[in-house]
Structure formats: structure tokens, C-alpha cells
């Protein structure tokens, strides 16, 4: 007993020496200064280091050790990490966590970046504005964005005599054509092919208006007949018209999962005819033996046809001791060089909109079996894109498994769709309370936006329309803009 603790008390004090010469500032060979960048072991990163250290040279700044540390990646561990002080300098954050690291004081704003770097402009999407600033702050930088709708395996349609399916569909078109496409595919056999490997009823629920929060992002505003009916209609295509797969089907296929899970095997074999992902699934789809024509539509909508927009960013953490270098790598994903790995990787959408327009991006050489998906990924990230309504007030995590429990109850006729959509409603808000209970600092900033949805809700029992000024939800400020019922 006395080696073992002897043992574990030389671990701690060696752990505490390399975190301690880890996050002091350390230096690199060659006197470069050391930054550890936290994020995924993706193979590209190594590639991303490099090009790094080549915008370095090309630019006259000096050398910077950029060093990946994959091993702490992920959200619990940042927190964890970030309040003790010994997280890495810049940080990989997605949307659904942004604004809460800001909130816990572990990342720092990073500004004038453009004067800095003689960026011309901003250079960035704004359907993500509302993930990356806060009261004009910028607070996180894009690696690229997950824009997605459904990829669509187009020589899978031609098979059973089909054109692709549209880029709009409404309910109406989108059961239409799943139900030819199901009855064709599917004839004098066991059933094993689907118009789609799933349905976004995100995507459905916001074409018809309906989003998790208020204006104001202080209460839930979700329980709405719309929102039932679009529950009620996704049951249909699972269990009554079979368009989707039921989690029983899903779990009874057969085949080698790789990147991007199951659907993407399934996709390539015939099995769909569409799955929900975005333009990264070209990383994968690349190696397959025969190569598919490609096309990308939209989710299929009630009105008001839309897709979510995420993005994968870079955050400086507030504890780092190398502040300066990892402004550099944050200045770094701005660049040419950075926007042109990612569309030539095909990894997303680049940060800056502007690479979109580009003949590598539209019409990559060699691969004309794409170039119909990322004409509409562009027209989609263009077009039809908006930031999830994430709320400073409440945590995404929270309320989005909330959310998931409720509907996997109602698809497995343990509840209503009523009862789902109160049941969500009521861990929205749940989670509204919680929050504000363990922030006080954000009770002044709270109030006052409840203030603002109390002129809101007048002007609207008054038919008036909406003050966008006072709007604080994205999606919803642009929903009131297009459809003529704010100003």
C-alpha cells in the first residue's frame, strides 16, 4: 500500500509539473511559441498544421508550434478544464456551446481581428452572426459550417424510372413522390428501400413558424397546433405509408458502419434514395468503389422551406499564456489558404461565403458526379439557412434530449402528439428556470428581455406587426421579415 501511494503521488506531482510547463507559455524548438490546439482526430488537422506554418512564413510572422490535442476534446472536459485552468489555447466549440463557454467567462472575445490581420471585410455567413457574436463581440471563429438538407442518390431514382425529386417539396410532393418511389423500389419483395433514411421535423416545424423559444428567448413557445400535426404526419410516413424506416428496420440492416455511421452505406447501396447530411458526406462518399451522381433538394417544408445552420469554430480560451500566437491561428481560418482546404477537402462549407463562387467549390476536376450537389449546397447555404434558436438563457443539451425523449415516446404510441409537444414545451421551460437559478448574473440581462416580449405580445393582440428590433431569435426575425409580419 505504502508503493502504491508513493507510485500515485509522483504521478500527481508529474501531471502538475507538464500541466504547469504546458499552459505557462511554453516554448518550442527554435524558440517558436507553443499553442495546443483541442480538437478532433480528424486527419485533415495535420494537413491544416502545416498550411498553418506555410500562411506563418508567407507572411512574414513568426513561427508558431501548433500542436493538436485530441484527447480532451468535448464539451464536459472543456468546462472542466476551463474553470481549473489548464484548458488548450484555442478550443473547438460548436454552436449548441458557444455562447455558454462565453457565459462561464472560460473563452475571451478576440476583436479588431480584420484591421489586424488587413482582412477587406468581415468575410462571414450570416446565417451564423448570432453563433460567433455577442453585443458585438466576436467570440469564436468558424473552421467551417454544417449546412445540410438531403443528399440524394440519383441513379438510385433513375433505376425505378424516377426524376429526382425537386429541390422544394412541400408535404404534399415530398409524401407524393415517397410513396411512388417505395411501391416501385419495393415491389414483389420484402421492403428494404425508403425514400429517406429520416425526417428533420425541425426543419418541418420552423417552415410552418414554430420554434422552441419566444422573440425574446425567454419562454417556450412550441406548443402549437402546427407543431402536432407535423408529429402526427412524420408517424404517418414511418408507420402508415413507410417512407423512413422504423428504428426496428433501421436496426435490421446488415452492413459495415463507417465514417458517418450507417446511413451513408445504406445510401451508397440503394437502400435510400436520400439521407439527411450535408456536402462533408463527399469526404467518404470519395471512396467508395463506384461513384454515384449526386444531387442535393431541401427538406420538405409547409410554407416556408428552411435548413439549419451549424458551424464547428475556434475559441480562444481566456486562461492561455500565448495569447498572441493563438490570434494568429484564429487570424488563420480566415484566410485563402484556410477557405481553400476546406472546399478543396470537401469538409463543409468554408467559412467565408465568398469560396462558394469559386470553379474548385461548384465544378471540382475530375468529380462531375458531384458538381449537381454543390450547385445546391451553395443555393441552400445562400438561400434557405438559418441559426438554430439557441438561448442565452437556458442550455441546448438540456432541453434537446428533453425534446428527443418526448417524440421517441410519442413515435413508440407512449404518449399523443398533444401530449409530446406539452411535454416539450414544459422541459423548455423547466430548463429556462433551472438556468436562471444557477446564473444570477444574467437575471438583469433576462428581465429586460422579458420587458421587450411584453411589447412584442401587444403589438401582436393589437394585429400589429412585430417590432423586428425588439426580436432577440434569429430565425424568427427573419421568418417576420420575409412573411410581411414585422418591420
Not at 478544464?81 to 463557454?101: E, H, K, L, N, P
Not at 446488415?254 to 445510401?267: A, F, K, N, R, T
Request: hydrophobic content about 40%; glycine content about 8%; charged content about 20%.
Amino acid at each position: 500500500m505504502r508503493w502504491l501511494f508513493t507510485g500515485f503521488l509522483a504521478s500527481l506531482i508529474a501531471f502538475s509539473l507538464f500541466m504547469s510547463w504546458r499552459f505557462s507559455g511554453a516554448i518550442g524548438q527554435g524558440g517558436a511559441p507553443v499553442i495546443y490546439w483541442v480538437t478532433d482526430p480528424n486527419p485533415a488537422r495535420i494537413e491544416q498544421i502545416a498550411l498553418f506554418k506555410s500562411w506563418l512564413k508567407k507572411r512574414g510572422y513568426q513561427d508558431i508550434d501548433l500542436r493538436l490535442d485530441v484527447n480532451n476534446q468535448g464539451a464536459q472536459k472543456t468546462v472542466v478544464q476551463g474553470v481549473t485552468g489548464v484548458a488548450g489555447d484555442c478550443i473547438d466549440a460548436g454552436s449548441t456551446w458557444i455562447r455558454y463557454f462565453y457565459s462561464m467567462g472560460i473563452i475571451s472575445p478576440v476583436t479588431n481581428l480584420e484591421k489586424r490581420f488587413g482582412y477587406p471585410d468581415d468575410g462571414l455567413f450570416p446565417c451564423i452572426r448570432s453563433d460567433i457574436f455577442v453585443d458585438g463581440k466576436q467570440i469564436a471563429f468558424p473552421c467551417n459550417l454544417g449546412i445540410a438538407g438531403y443528399l440524394v442518390n440519383a441513379d438510385v431514382f433513375k433505376k425505378y424510372g424516377m426524376e429526382t425529386p425537386p429541390f422544394l417539396m412541400d408535404f404534399a410532393t415530398f409524401e407524393r413522390l415517397g410513396k411512388e418511389f417505395v411501391e416501385k423500389a419495393n415491389a414483389g419483395r420484402r421492403r428494404e428501400t425508403f425514400f429517406a433514411g429520416a425526417i428533420s421535423h425541425e426543419a418541418m416545424r420552423r417552415s410552418l413558424g414554430v420554434t422552441h423559444f419566444n422573440e425574446t428567448l425567454t419562454r417556450s413557445a412550441i406548443n402549437r397546433k402546427e407543431f402536432v400535426d407535423v408529429l402526427n404526419l412524420m408517424f404517418k410516413w414511418t408507420y402508415t405509408d413507410h417512407l423512413v424506416p422504423t428504428a426496428a428496420e433501421m436496426a435490421s440492416f446488415s452492413v459495415e458502419q463507417g465514417y458517418g455511421g450507417l446511413q451513408y452505406q445504406l445510401l451508397c447501396k440503394g437502400n435510400f434514395g436520400m439521407v439527411e447530411t450535408g456536402r462533408w458526406a463527399m469526404i467518404q462518399m470519395r471512396k467508395m468503389k463506384n461513384p454515384v451522381q449526386w444531387a442535393q433538394v431541401l427538406y420538405p417544408h409547409g410554407g416556408y422551406p428552411n435548413a439549419m445552420a451549424t458551424t464547428r469554430a475556434a475559441v480562444l480560451y481566456a486562461g492561455t499564456k500565448n495569447r498572441d500566437a493563438a490570434v494568429h491561428f484564429l487570424a488563420f481560418l480566415r484566410s485563402d489558404d484556410y477557405n481553400m482546404h476546406v472546399v478543396r477537402d470537401s469538409d463543409g462549407i468554408p467559412p467565408n461565403p465568398k469560396f462558394m463562387d469559386t470553379d474548385e467549390f461548384l465544378k471540382p476536376a475530375g468529380k462531375t458526379n458531384e458538381w449537381a450537389m454543390h450547385a445546391s449546397s451553395r443555393r441552400i447555404a445562400n438561400d434557405y439557412a438559418f441559426p438554430r434558436d439557441i438561448s442565452p438563457f437556458a442550455l441546448f443539451q438540456k432541453y434537446n434530449r428533453a425534446e428527443s425523449l418526448a417524440i421517441q415516446g410519442f413515435m413508440n404510441r407512449l404518449t399523443t402528439a398533444e401530449q409530446a409537444v406539452a411535454l416539450i414545451e414544459q422541459g423548455v421551460n423547466d430548463e429556462l428556470d433551472r438556468f436562471m437559478r444557477t446564473h444570477p448574473d444574467l437575471r438583469s440581462a433576462f428581465q429586460a428581455a422579458q420587458e421587450r416580449q411584453k411589447k412584442i405580445d401587444a403589438a401582436k393582440a393589437a394585429g400589429q406587426k412585430i417590432p423586428l428590433a425588439l426580436v432577440d431569435n434569429p430565425f424568427l426575425a427573419r421568418y417576420y421579415k420575409d412573411k410581411g409580419l414585422g418591420e
